[in-house]
Every structure is written in structure tokens, then in C-alpha cells.
């Protein structure tokens, strides 16, 4: 290399010391003044909490009489916890049913949720990712089931469509030496076909709150008018801006009188305002984590990736885990279509799921992926929550979510029920503020991983080439859709398909 060569690259790489050093700076300058403005709203909310709680509790103590515990009142449980299914009074059949999935005993949640729950409390869940909440809710609705069996008897709640379905599959097998009948309603899927599950008066309806909606308002004989129990899965997520509206109308036409109400999520609002939208009360709080807390079974990393690499970094990581099974996130429908485009180029079988895809993809895709026949699933953040694959070695952040929640559900696709797992972030220099407020939010400085990068730079040429092939590749066909006048009847479809808020 030249002398002038050598110095021209000194610059370089002195200009680049300079530049991430004042990213670095801005970013922690920003970060600072975040905390300030998020510590003075949190003083805020902490005094309404104190007074809205307090208005609660009065006017709630004369609505209805269901026990003294209140939000405030995180341990009311405490000393109630169990340490076997064979304690609770629960009808035999549940117990076997728990035997037959080898539940052998209650985990942390299940422990200290479901002795309230079978009291009769509303109920605030807070635990990690995969620690078996479905079952901590799922429990108490089906032992009082047993004891008053009655159609449309509980709705359960999710984001997301894969999930609503994975639900019903929990109810189902806890459920099934009780001839228990459950129907999953959500978008995409052929109303009339919905409307004729729901005659068959089920007592489960697990739902996404688009589709549960439109039911209510249009399909003749369907009211939840006798609702016995409603579960917000994911209950953050349900009561967030997005769902906010949809939720409102679903909970004006459903009982608040006899009604037992559980929001369960591994995060959790503490904005008094939203948990009101769910009209709990007197609920007790089942927390066995913090707000933001990952398994310890988890290792975190981060994979610092210089501009224009991240593709090759991408690639590079997937030949170091050859043999395992990975989800990758991306923040974007294309970015998902193009990565699993681009890993089934290179030789390693990826399938994508992402909110541009029909019902019937999305789950093709799922069903390939949880069978094996893909190592790699390509997602958007359709997949971050409450997905439970056993087999995910591996989560690999290829955009890193701009939501710090969204990390946490995303990391929590691997490392479920005990099990081991790792997540990598690949961070880039845009992505320094962002992985701040992450790091922020878990209490902790994420390690770097270590790269080869004499293979990463062997790699380059030939991932920058596959990457433009699947691109061309990409454009092509939109421009055939375009052309066959697809393009504007598909999205109309998609849109059609999907219901409020829901990914
Ligand atoms: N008592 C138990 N013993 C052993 N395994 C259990 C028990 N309860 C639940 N599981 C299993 O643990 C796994 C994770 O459970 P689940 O999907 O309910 O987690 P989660 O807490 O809802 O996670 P997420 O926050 O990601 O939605 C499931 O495969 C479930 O079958």
C-alpha cells in the first residue's frame, strides 16, 4: 500500500474514531434528557395513580364486593403459593391434564397467580417471556367451567392472529378431558365460516379485537351479554394506542357486573389510565419479574456492524450456527421478504411471516418453520410476542426494534420454560441511542460478540451480489403484479384482511 494510500486510510478510520465518538456523545446527551423527562412524568403519574386508585377503590366497593385486594397491593397472594397441581382443588380432569403435558409442578406465575384467580380476584400478571402464563390463566377459567358450563362463557384477547390460534391449542389440550368447546376468531379468515363456529355456542372464544368486533356488531344470536371471564393476553399491547378504540367499543358491550377480568404480559404498564380502559376490580398483582426482565437462561449479545455490512455480518452469523434454528426480526415487511429471499439464495432455508401475506401464508409459514422443513423464520414484529417454538436456538435482531418492550418479547422467542438460548442484535452506528435505551431498560451493559472479520471481508463480494439479485428479483415481480393490475386489488386486500391494530 502507498504511502499517501496509508494515510488517506489513517484519516479514514481517524474520522470515523471522531464520528462514532460524537454519535456516542449525542446519544448519551439524548438518553439523558429522556430519563429527565421520563422521571418527571413518571412523579406525575404516580400522584394520579394514588388518586385515581383511590377513587377507584370507593367507587368499585359499591359496584361490586369481590375481595379487598387492590393493584397497590402486589402481595396480597403471598403465603398462598403452591407447589403442585395435586393442592389446588382443581376438578381431576385438569389435573390429569396437566400431568398429560408433563406440568409436574406449577411455575413461579402459575404458583402464585392461580390461588387469587381461583378465589375469584381480577388478576394483574406480570412474569417473564415463557414462563407459562397461558396456563396460569387458562387454569382458573377451566376448573369454574367445570362447575357451570355455559356457552360463551370466557373471550380471550390477543395481538396477533398466530397467537389467538396458539391459545385455543392450550385451552384445547388443557381442556380436553372436559369436552371443552373453543373457537379462534380472528382476521383473514372467512366470516361465515366464524359465524357458524360461533352458533355452535363454544365456551372459549379466543379473538383479535378487529374481528371479535365485527362479529358483535353483525353476526345475528352472537353477544357476550353473559361473559364470565375476559383474559387480556399481552395486555400491554392490547391497551396501547393502536387497539385503544376497538378495545373501548368491545368493553362498552360486554358485562362489567360478574365479570372476572386477567391481563397477563412480561411487560406491563403502570399508566393507571390504560389499566383502567380494562375496568378491573380490585385486582391483584401476580409480579414474579420486573417491568423489563429477561430469563436468565438467556445470553444477550451485540454485533457491532459497520455501514453497508450488515447483509454480510447477517450471513457470516449464519454460517457460525449452522444446525440451529433462528427467528430473525427485521422492522420491515420487505427487509423480511428480502432477508429470507436472500438466506434461501445462500443456501439456508428461511421462510418469511410478515402482515403483507394472506391468512393461509402466514400460517404455511409457521407450520414450516415449527416442523423444521426452515431453520430460519424471517419476521416482523408479527412474531415478537407470545409465540412459544421450543425448537428457536437463536434470535437475531437484524433491526433493532425501536420499542425497548419489543426487545424483550422479541429476545423472549428462545430460552423458553428453562431452556437455553442466545439473542444477537446486530447494531449498526444508527443504532447506538437505540441500544442505549435498551441496555437502560434491562439494567445492564449487552457484550459484544467476537467476529472473525478476515471471513466477514471473504464474504462480501459474493452476499452484495445475492443481495442485488433478490432485490432485481423483488422489483420484477412487483412490476408484474403492477402490470396484471394486482398490485392495487392485493393491497386493497390486505387491508381488508387485517383488522384494527392487529400486525
Ligand atoms: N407448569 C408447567 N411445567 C412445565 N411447562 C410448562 C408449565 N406451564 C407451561 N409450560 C410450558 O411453558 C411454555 C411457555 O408457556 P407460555 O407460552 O404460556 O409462556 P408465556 O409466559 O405466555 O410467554 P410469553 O410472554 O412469551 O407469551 C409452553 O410450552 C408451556 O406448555
Known amino acids: 500500500m502507498s504511502k499517501i494510500e496509508k494515510k488517506k486510510e489513517k484519516k479514514t478510520a481517524n474520522e470515523l ?23 418527571e412524568s413518571d412523579s406525575e403519574s404516580s400522584s394520579e395513580k394514588d388518586s ?56 413461579p406465575i402459575q ?13 394483574i400478571g406480570l412474569a417473564q417471556t415463557g414462563s407459562g402464563k397461558t396456563a396460569a390463566f387458562a387454569i382458573p377459567i377451566l376448573n369454574r367451567l367445570w362447575h357451570d358450563q355455559e356457552p360463551y362463557y370466557a373471550c380471550i384477547l390477543a395481538p396477533t392472529r398466530e397467537l389467538a390460534q396458539q391459545i385455543k391449542e392450550a385451552f384445547d389440550s388443557l381442556g380436553s378431558l372436559m369436552g371443552v368447546r373453543s373457537t379462534c376468531i380472528v382476521g383473514g379468515m372467512n366470516m361465515m365460516d366464524q359465524a357458524r363456529d360461533l352458533m355452535r355456542k363454544p365456551h372459549i372464544i379466543i379473538a383479535t379485537p378487529g374481528r371479535l368486533m365485527d362479529h358483535l356488531e353483525n353476526t345475528k344470536g352472537f353477544s357476550l351479554r353473559k361473559l364470565k371471564f375476559l383474559v387480556m393476553d399481552e395486555a400491554d399491547r392490547l391497551l396501547d394506542m393502536e387497539f385503544g378504540p376497538v378495545l373501548d367499543r368491545i368493553l362498552k358491550i360486554i358485562p362489567t357486573q360478574e365479570r372476572t ?28 419479574s420486573n417491568k423489563y426482565q429477561t430469563v436468565d437462561t438467556l445470553v444477550q449479545a451485540l454485533m457491532v456492524v459497520p455501514g453497508g455490512l450488515k447483509n454480510t455480518y447477517l450471513i457470516y452469523l449464519l454460517n457460525e450456527s449452522i444446525g440451529k434454528t433462528m427467528i430473525i426480526f427485521t422492522r420491515t415487511k ?37 416442523a423444521g422443513k426452515r431453520s430460519i423464520l424471517v419476521a416482523t414484529d408479527v412474531a415478537a410476542r407470545g409465540l412459544d417454538i421450543p425448537s428457536v436456538d437463536i434470535v437475531v435482531n437484524y433491526d433493532i426494534p425501536v420499542d ?3 426487545y424483550i418479547h422479541r429476545v423472549g422467542r428462545t430460552a423458553r420454560a428453562g431452556r437455553s438460548g442466545k439473542s444477537i442484535s446486530l447494531v449498526s452506528q444508527y443504532d447506538l441511542e437505540l441500544i442505549l435505551r435498551i441496555e437502560e431498560v434491562l439494567g445492564r451493559k449487552l457484550p459484544k460478540e467476537n467476529v472473525d472479520k478476515s471471513i466477514i471481508l471473504t464474504l462480501r463480494d459474493s452476499v452484495d451480489k445475492a443481495n442485488g439479485e433478490v432485490v432485481m428479483e423483488m422489483n420484477r415481480r412487483n412490476k408484474e403484479k403492477i402490470a396484471r393490475g394486482k398490485g392495487r386489488r392485493g393491497r386493497m386486500m390486505t387491508r381488508e384482511n387485517m383488522d384494527m391494530g392487529e400486525r
Open 334 to 370: 420487505a427487509n423480511a421478504e428480502r432477508l429470507s429471499g436472500l438466506c434461501n439464495l445462500l443456501e439456508f432455508s428461511a421462510t418469511a411471516l410478515h402482515g403483507d401475506l394472506n391468512q393461509n401464508q402466514r400460517m404455511g409459514a409457521l407450520d414450516l418453520f415449527k
Open 52 to 107: 385515581t386508585a383511590e377513587n377507584k377503590k370507593s367507587s368499585k366497593s359499591t359496584s361490586k364486593s369481590k375481595g379487598s385486594a387492590t393493584a397497590e397491593n402486589d402481595n396480597a397472594n403471598e403465603g398462598e403459593s403452591f407447589e403442585s397441581f395435586n393442592e389446588l382443588n382443581l376438578v381431576p380432569e385438569l389435573i390429569q391434564a396437566c400431568k398429560n403435558l408433563n406440568y409436574s409442578k406449577p411455575t
Open 261 to 288: 377480568t386477567y391481563l397477563f404480559s412480561a411487560t406491563m404498564t403502570s399508566k393507571i389510565d390504560k389499566l383502567q380502559r380494562a375496568s378491573l376490580t380490585n385486582p391483584v398483582k401476580c409480579a414474579v
Open 404 to 406: 425497548s418492550k419489543s
Open 17 to 39: 474514531t471522531s464520528l462514532a465518538e460524537k454519535i456516542r456523545a449525542k446519544a448519551l446527551e439524548n438518553q439523558k434528557k429522556r430519563i429527565e423527562a421520563e422521571n
Open 111 to 123: 404458583s402464585k397467580s392461580i390461588p387469587p384467580a381461583l378465589k375469584g380476584h381480577d388478576i
